[in-house]
Structure formats: structure tokens, C-alpha cells
């Protein structure tokens, strides 16, 4: 049964409504509730909250860690409050989802630290206006011991058992800290402290969503629904986006880089990251590929998407000119279309630059491939590279450009 004890309408506003928010989703659970909660919101006039917990641990940021913020700025445009819940208590329990072993907790120190960098980077992609900003101290550093023992009542071990990651390592007899089977618990607090009726978060946070939407049950609220978004695939086309992978772009890289980066993904993925990067409307997207698939270069949309990134991160003035930098760069050998794709062999697990470059064919020596490094003609995803003693990752697939008109996805297997 529904948690929605009333039926709204359902109006072709709240149709659309729901599509712009599915995009490029992972999961939407219960999307009968979700829709209800978005009828009864246009009926009322009165906003959902739309929670994101974030615990400030070490953040490698790049542009695939906005990839649920872009959905929060969806939902602060549909005319919905957006809160951006720092995990300030629960870092200090340590978030054991996708662990292995106990997750070592922050400092005080570190807490306060990190916190600024998550809101810095929250206020590229959201109307920090329009963003409600809260800690989870100011009710989790309240609670008394009784408090958690009635917290820690409302839910059973062998349901927290459940999750992957501790079913596993209880299996293994490896050790799970009493604490750790509290992050669950806090978390799924902290929907109930604010009412939340939607919670976003990652593909391995599934779990502790539900938490949270069970202990509302429990504290008789209504049930928030959850959404959760998948990762970003990388600038190879095969990796999640990541700094070690080297298939990333930071949100502090120079709008030229920023701007090449985008341009050098295949068409496929450029589609895939107007879906989960983009905050143009489901219907200038699809139009616009369907210009595509009627003759329009894809590259235009290509260059699109770049200038909105671009923008985002840094001004529409620099969107312009790294447009204008980049055709000048290539006008005298644009980046083919068709770019051949080579497999080369790395048997050690990496695979020194010189030598990819002469077995994807890109040039015939080690020497030669020297020179062009020394002589800054050697790109790969779009960055320069002046360090000739560079090792490339096995498990990793790079676009690699020597001089004007060299190219190939070279893809490195071990």
C-alpha cells in the first residue's frame, strides 16, 4: 500500500516532472509513491524535501562526484527544497559501506576541514540560496544513551546483517566493530530529524536508504522514497570516472582542458553524459539527438555539452573562448571521427608511454615517440604530456594523439 494516504491527481505537469527527475537514474524506489508525492506538491503548492548526506571524508573531486548534485539542482528547479546534510557526527563512526575492514573515523579536525571542501564544491552545481545546509550533530551530539538503545530497538541484526558487505565479512569471521552497525542506524535517523520525502545518494548507499525510510515508518512518518544515480563512466569509455584510471575531469582543470576533455569521448558516451551531466531540459536532448541521427554532425552537440560543463565550472566567457582555442587548435586536423581503436599487451600491469605509442602504430621507435614528447606533440585524453618516463595502467582504454593528425583509442590489457 501506498504511504500517499490520498490520491492526487496525476497531471501531464506532474508526468514531466517525474521523467526530468528519472533521468539517468539507478534506482527510484517507490516510484508510484515518488509520483504521488509529486502530485500532492503541485496540488499543495508545498515542496518536497530532498535530502543528500554526504560524510566529509577525503573527496577526489571530479566532475562524475556532481553527477547527484546535478539531479539535486534538477529538483531546486522543479521548485523543491534541497537539503545538504553534512555527515559531521556520522564521519566520526566511519561509513562501512563497500568495506572490507572498519573504516578508521575522522578527527574533529579533519571533520571541519573537509566539510568546507563538500560545500565548495556543492555551490558550483546548487543555488546555495535555495540550499537548506545541515549537520547531523545538531541532533545525533543530543541524544542520550537511552536515546540509541530506543534507536538501536526499532531495528533487528539480522536486517542489518543483510547488507553485502557485512553478510560477507561475517562469513569471513572478520571483525565488525559494534559501532559500525550503528552508521546504518544514524543515518536513517537523520530522515526522520528532517522529514525527508525523498533521500538521493550513490548505488552502494541502497542500503542505508531503506534504513532510513523503515525508521520513519517507525517513528510514524511518512516513508521517504530514494534515488539513487550510478557512476560516471571515464574519458576511456569503459572505467568509472577516477583520478587513477586517468580518464577524469577535476573541476578545478582549465577550461581549455576541461573543454578538450569533453570533446575527446566518444559519441555514445557523449549521450550517456548529456543524461546524467547536463541540466538541459529531456526535451531539447532529445531533439537534439534526434538532429543527430537526421544528419547533423554529432560533434555540435559535442561542443554544446563542453560549453555547459565549461560554464558551470567557470564562466560562459571561458566557455567561449576554449571553443575558440580548440577549433584553432584543430582546424588544420580536427579529431577524426572514426578514431582507430588498438589493443597493446602489458603484461606487468602498466606500459611505459614510448613504448605504447610505437605499438599502437602512432609513431615507429621509442626514439621517435621521445621526440614528439620532448617537442609537446603528444596528448592522451587530451592532456599534454611532457613526462617521458610515464607508465600507463593496464585495464584502462586512452585517446592518444601524436602531432596534428595521429590518433587511436588504445585500450592496455594485462
Not at 265 to 277: A, K, P, R
Not at 295 to 319: C, W, Y
Not at 358 to 363: D, H, I
Not at 394 to 410: E, L
Given at each position: 500500500?501506498?504511504?500517499?494516504?490520498?490520491?492526487?491527481?496525476?497531471?501531464?505537469?506532474?508526468?514531466?516532472?517525474?521523467?526530468?527527475?528519472?533521468?539517468?537514474?539507478?534506482?527510484?524506489?517507490?516510484?508510484?509513491?515518488?509520483?504521488?508525492?509529486?502530485?500532492?506538491?503541485?496540488?499543495?503548492?508545498?515542496?518536497?524535501?530532498?535530502?543528500?548526506?554526504?560524510?566529509?571524508?577525503?573527496?577526489?573531486?571530479?566532475?562524475?562526484?556532481?553527477?547527484?548534485?546535478?539531479?539535486?539542482?534538477?529538483?531546486?528547479?522543479?521548485?523543491?527544497?534541497?537539503?545538504?546534510?553534512?555527515?559531521?557526527?556520522?564521519?566520526?563512526?566511519?561509513?562501512?559501506?563497500?568495506?572490507?575492514?572498519?573504516?578508521?573515523?575522522?578527527?574533529?579536525?579533519?571533520?571541519?576541514?573537509?566539510?568546507?571542501?563538500?560545500?565548495?564544491?556543492?555551490?558550483?552545481?546548487?543555488?546555495?540560496?535555495?540550499?537548506?545546509?545541515?549537520?547531523?550533530?545538531?541532533?545525533?551530539?543530543?541524544?542520550?544513551?537511552?536515546?540509541?538503545?530506543?534507536?538501536?530497538?526499532?531495528?533487528?541484526?539480522?536486517?542489518?546483517?543483510?547488507?553485502?558487505?557485512?553478510?560477507?565479512?561475517?562469513?569471513?569471521?572478520?571483525?565488525?566493530?559494534?559501532?559500525?552497525?550503528?552508521?546504518?542506524?544514524?543515518?536513517?535517523?537523520?530522515?526522520?530529524?528532517?522529514?525527508?520525502?525523498?533521500?538521493?545518494?550513490?548505488?552502494?548507499?541502497?542500503?542505508?536508504?531503506?534504513?532510513?525510510?523503515?525508521?520513519?515508518?517507525?517513528?510514524?512518518?511518512?516513508?521517504?522514497?530514494?534515488?539513487?544515480?550510478?557512476?560516471?563512466?571515464?574519458?576511456?569509455?569503459?572505467?568509472?570516472?577516477?583520478?587513477?584510471?586517468?580518464?577524469?575531469?577535476?573541476?578545478?582543470?582549465?577550461?581549455?582542458?576541461?573543454?578538450?576533455?569533453?570533446?575527446?569521448?566518444?559519441?555514445?558516451?557523449?549521450?550517456?553524459?548529456?543524461?546524467?551531466?547536463?541540466?538541459q531540459s529531456n526535451e531539447f536532448i532529445a531533439d537534439l539527438?534526434?538532429?543527430?541521427?537526421?544528419?547533423?554532425?554529432?560533434?555540435?552537440?559535442?561542443?554544446?555539452?563542453?560549453?555547459?560543463?565549461?560554464?558551470?565550472?567557470?564562466?560562459?566567457?571561458?566557455?567561449?573562448?576554449?571553443?575558440?582555442?580548440?577549433?584553432?587548435?584543430?582546424?588544420?586536423?580536427?579529431?577524426?571521427?572514426?578514431?582507430?581503436?588498438?589493443?597493446?599487451?602489458?603484461?606487468?600491469?602498466?606500459?611505459?608511454?614510448?613504448?605504447?605509442?610505437?605499438?599502437?602504430?602512432?609513431?615507429?621507435?621509442?626514439?621517435?615517440?621521445?621526440?614528439?614528447?620532448?617537442?609537446?606533440?603528444?596528448?592522451?585524453?587530451?592532456?599534454?604530456i611532457t613526462d617521458r618516463g610515464l607508465k600507463l595502467k593496464?585495464?584502462?582504454?586512452?585517446?592518444?594523439?601524436?602531432?596534428?593528425?595521429?590518433?587511436?583509442?588504445?585500450?592496455?590489457?594485462?
Open positions: 500500500m501506498s504511504d500517499c494516504e490520498k490520491k492526487y491527481p496525476v497531471t501531464e505537469d506532474v508526468k514531466a516532472a517525474l521523467a526530468t527527475i528519472k533521468r539517468g537514474v539507478d534506482t527510484l524506489l517507490i516510484e508510484s509513491d515518488f509520483e504521488q508525492k509529486l502530485a500532492r506538491s503541485m496540488a499543495t503548492g508545498k515542496p518536497l524535501r530532498c535530502k543528500l548526506g554526504l560524510d566529509p571524508t577525503a573527496p577526489d573531486i571530479h566532475i562524475g562526484h556532481t553527477v547527484v548534485l546535478n539531479k539535486l539542482r534538477q529538483l531546486q528547479d522543479l521548485g523543491h527544497t534541497v537539503i545538504f546534510l553534512i555527515g559531521d557526527f556520522t564521519a566520526s563512526i566511519g561509513d562501512p559501506s563497500g568495506r572490507n575492514a572498519t573504516r578508521p573515523p575522522l578527527s574533529r579536525e579533519q571533520i571541519e576541514v573537509k566539510t568546507m571542501t563538500y560545500l565548495d564544491q556543492a555551490s558550483l552545481v546548487l543555488d546555495r540560496e535555495k540550499t537548506e545546509i545541515r549537520y547531523n550533530s545538531e541532533w545525533s551530539d543530543k541524544m542520550t544513551a537511552t536515546d540509541m538503545i530506543k534507536l538501536a530497538s526499532r531495528y533487528t541484526l539480522a536486517r542489518l546483517l543483510e547488507r553485502d558487505d557485512f553478510a560477507k565479512r561475517y562469513a569471513e569471521q572478520a571483525p565488525i566493530a559494534m559501532h559500525e552497525l550503528l552508521y546504518p542506524l544514524m543515518q536513517g535517523y537523520d530522515s526522520v530529524a528532517l522529514h525527508a520525502d525523498l533521500e538521493l545518494g550513490g548505488s552502494d548507499q541502497r542500503f542505508n536508504l531503506l534504513v532510513g525510510r523503515e525508521l520513519q515508518r517507525q517513528y510514524d512518518q511518512e516513508a521517504q522514497c530514494i534515488l539513487t544515480m550510478p557512476l560516471l563512466v571515464g574519458l576511456d569509455g569503459v572505467n568509472k570516472m577516477s583520478k587513477s584510471k586517468h580518464n577524469y575531469i577535476g573541476i578545478t582543470d582549465e577550461p581549455n582542458d576541461m573543454f578538450g576533455k569533453v570533446m575527446s569521448v566518444s559519441d555514445t558516451l557523449m549521450w550517456d553524459w548529456y543524461d546524467l551531466l547536463s541540466l539527438k534526434k538532429q543527430c541521427s537526421e544528419g547533423r554532425n554529432p560533434r555540435d552537440a559535442k561542443v554544446m555539452l563542453a560549453k555547459e560543463i565549461v560554464t558551470r565550472f567557470h564562466s560562459a566567457q571561458a566557455a567561449d573562448a576554449a571553443e575558440v582555442e580548440f577549433n584553432n587548435r584543430f582546424r588544420a586536423g580536427e579529431m577524426p571521427s572514426d578514431i582507430p581503436e588498438v589493443t597493446v599487451a602489458a603484461p606487468e600491469g602498466e606500459i611505459g608511454i614510448g613504448r605504447l605509442l610505437k605499438e599502437a602504430g602512432l609513431t615507429p621507435s621509442t626514439g621517435e615517440a621521445n621526440r614528439n614528447i620532448e617537442q609537446g606533440g603528444v596528448r592522451i585524453n587530451g592532456d599534454r593496464a585495464g584502462a582504454t586512452y585517446t592518444v594523439q601524436v602531432g596534428k593528425r595521429k590518433w587511436a583509442k588504445v585500450t592496455v590489457n594485462a
